[in-house]
């Protein structure tokens, strides 16, 4: 049930260094062009945290149970591993999923 989940939304790349395509916007529905903000030139900077915020939201998640660590891995290099910076042979990060009785 949407109503137990806790959600633990760890670090990932911020809306500071996400560029992308104008393209991309219409794929996140009506709204979804909240989850952008201008870049350089033609590009857009997504928040990609705050869109998945919503979408727990939107499934019914509380908003209280949904946490958030903060940090860019992209321009945070002494901290996060981020494959859009080093590529193929930068690290990994894990992500898991778990249950409590």
């Given at each position: 049930?949407?109503?137990?989940?806790?959600?633990?939304?760890?670090?990932?790349?911020?809306?500071?260094?996400?560029?992308?395509?104008?393209?991309?916007?219409?794929?996140?529905?009506?709204g979804g062009?909240?989850?952008?903000?201008?870049?350089?030139?033609?590009?857009?900077?997504?928040?990609?945290?705050?869109?998945?915020?919503?979408?727990?939201?939107?499934?019914?998640?509380?908003?209280?149970?949904?946490?958030?660590v903060g940090?860019?891995?992209?321009?945070?290099?002494?901290?996060?591993?981020?494959?859009?910076?080093?590529?193929?042979?930068?690290?990994?990060?894990?992500?898991?999923?778990?249950?409590?009785?």
């Amino acid at each position: 049930r949407p109503g137990d989940v806790l959600a633990a939304l760890g670090p990932g790349i911020g809306p500071c260094c996400y560029e992308v395509g104008p393209e991309l916007v219409p794929e996140f529905g009506p709204g979804g062009e909240a989850f952008f903000s201008a870049g350089k030139g033609d590009r857009l900077c997504l928040d990609v945290r705050a869109a998945n915020a919503a979408q727990l939201r939107a499934g019914g998640v509380p908003p209280g149970q949904i946490h958030g660590v903060g940090g860019c891995t992209f321009h945070e290099a002494d901290r996060y591993h981020s494959y859009r910076r080093e590529g193929v042979s930068g690290g990994r990060m894990i992500s898991y999923i778990g249950f409590a009785k």
